[in-house]
C-alpha cells in the first residue's frame, strides 16, 4: 500500500485523474462526470488510456461496416505492438525467470471463443486466439503447445523480452529472492487491454490481452485468458471484460457474472458495481486488490466500475474517442 500511494495516479480524485492523465489524440475528447451511457451506432470500448489508440483502429474496421470481431482483434493489436507498454504484448514484463509469456482471450457473436495462454516469443497472442477459435475444435491452447500452433500457422517468431525490460527484471531479481513474494501490484503492471464491440449489424464481440502479473510466478495464469473470467460476450445480452487481479476475478467468474446480471436486468455499471462488490465480499485482505469490470449490452449501454478509484476506459462512438473514469467502491487512501 505504501509503494501504491507513491504513485499519483492513484492520489488523484476522479476528476483530477481524467483530467490530469489523459492525453487525447485529435479524434479525442474528454467527457466528464458519465461513468456509463448509451450509444445509438457502432461503438467500441477498452480498458485504460492505451485504449484511445486501440480503439481507434478498431474503428476503423467499424465504420466501414466490419464486423465487432475484427474491429476488436484489430484494435488490441495496437497494444500488443506498442513496445511502450509494460502489461501488455512485446513490451510486457516477464515472469520471475525473466520469461515473457502472453495470455489473451476472443469472442465472438456466436459464442466461439479462442484463448492462448502462456505463449512466448509470439507477438500477436490476440491472432493466435482467433485462430485456435477458427480453426481447432478446442478453445485454449497453452505453453508449448501453443507457440507449436503459432508456428505452424505461420505467425512471425520475435525475441522477448525487451533489452531494457530485461535489463529491469535484472535489477528486480537482485532484491527478490524469496520465491513466494508477492509483487507489488500497481497501474503499472495491472493494465491489461480488454475491448468490447458493437457493430453495424448490432452484433458484440471481445478481446482480451496481457503479459499478466508483472514477474509472476512461471507458469501462472491469470484471468485474461480465460473465458467467463477476464471476457465474456452472450450476443443476446452484452459483453464484459476485466482488469486487475486477475486471481480475484477468476474467484468469482467475473466478466460471466456481470453479464448474468446485465441479463437480470441490471444497467452495464449496475452489474460492473455488483461484480466488484461480490469481489469484495470474498476477500478478507483488499490491500492492493484492485479490480475493474467494462461493460457493454446488447443495445449499446456501456458503463465500468473498479475496487478502487483509478480505473478509466476509452469509449469511441460517432467517431469520437473520450475517456470515461470509472465509478468505485474505495479510495486507495
Ligand atoms: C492478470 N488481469 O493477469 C490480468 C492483469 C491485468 O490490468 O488485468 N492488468 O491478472
Redesign the pocket.
Known amino acids: 500500500m505504501t509503494e501504491l500511494k507513491r504513485r499519483t495516479f492513484f492520489k488523484l480524485g476522479l476528476f483530477g485523474a481524467a483530467l490530469s492523465i489523459v492525453k487525447p489524440t485529435k479524434a479525442a475528447s474528454l467527457i466528464e462526470n458519465s461513468f456509463e451511457g448509451k450509444s445509438k451506432g457502432p461503438i467500441v470500448v477498452s480498458t485504460w488510456e492505451h485504449g484511445i489508440a486501440a480503439n481507434e483502429n478498431a474503428w476503423k474496421v467499424l465504420i466501414t461496416g466490419g464486423k465487432a470481431l475484427d474491429a476488436v482483434e484489430q484494435g488490441v493489436r495496437t497494444t500488443e505492438s506498442d513496445v511502450t507498454n509494460r ?1 501488455v504484448g512485446i513490451g510486457g514484463r516477464p515472469d520471475r525467470d525473466g520469461n515473457l509469456t502472453l ?1 489473451a482471450c476472443i469472442m465472438d457473436e456466436k459464442s466461439r471463443c479462442g484463448a492462448v495462454g502462456y505463449l512466448e516469443g509470439y507477438e500477436h497472442p490476440i491472432s493466435v486466439a482467433r485462430m485456435v477459435m477458427e480453426n481447432t475444435p478446442h478453445v485454449m491452447l497453452v505453453g508449448r503447445g501453443a507457440e507449436d500452433f503459432a508456428k505452424a500457422y505461420g505467425f512471425p517468431k520475435v525475441k522477448t523480452p525487451l533489452k531494457e525490460v530485461k535489463e529491469d527484471w535484472k535489477e528486480w531479481k537482485k532484491e527478490n529472492k524469496t520465491l513466494f513474494e508477492k509483487p507489488v501490484i500497481n497501474h503499472e503492471n ?3 487491454i480488454g475491448m468490447l464491440a458493437l457493430d453495424a449489424d448490432g452484433n458484440l464481440s471481445g478481446a482480451c490481452t ?1 503479459s ?2 508483472g514477474y509472476k510466478l512461471p507458469g501462472r495464469l ?3 485468458p480465460i473465458i467467463g473470467a ?1 471476457l465474456f460476450v452472450d450476443n443476446e445480452v452484452g459483453a464484459a471484460c ?5 486471481e480475484a ?1 477468476i474467484r468469482i467468474a467475473g466478466s460471466h457474472t456481470v453479464v448474468e446480471l446485465m441479463r437480470q436486468g441490471k444497467s452495464p455499471k449496475e452489474a460492473c458495481r455488483l461484480a466488484c462488490e461480490r469481489i469484495i465480499a470474498k476477500h478478507h485482505d483488499l490491500t492492493g486488490l484492485q479490480v475493474g469490470f467494462l461493460a457493454l449490452d446488447k443495445n449499446g449501454n456501456y458503463g465500468g466500475y473498479s475496487v478502487y478509484n483509478g480505473f478509466n476506459f476509452a469509449l469511441t462512438e460517432n467517431g469520437k474517442t473520450s475517456m470515461v473514469d470509472a465509478e468505485f467502491n474505495r479510495n486507495w487512501d
Open positions: 502489461s495470455d495491472h493494465d491489461t496481457t499478466g502479473w491469470g484471468d485474461s477476464g476485466a482488469t486487475g487481479l486477475g476475478v
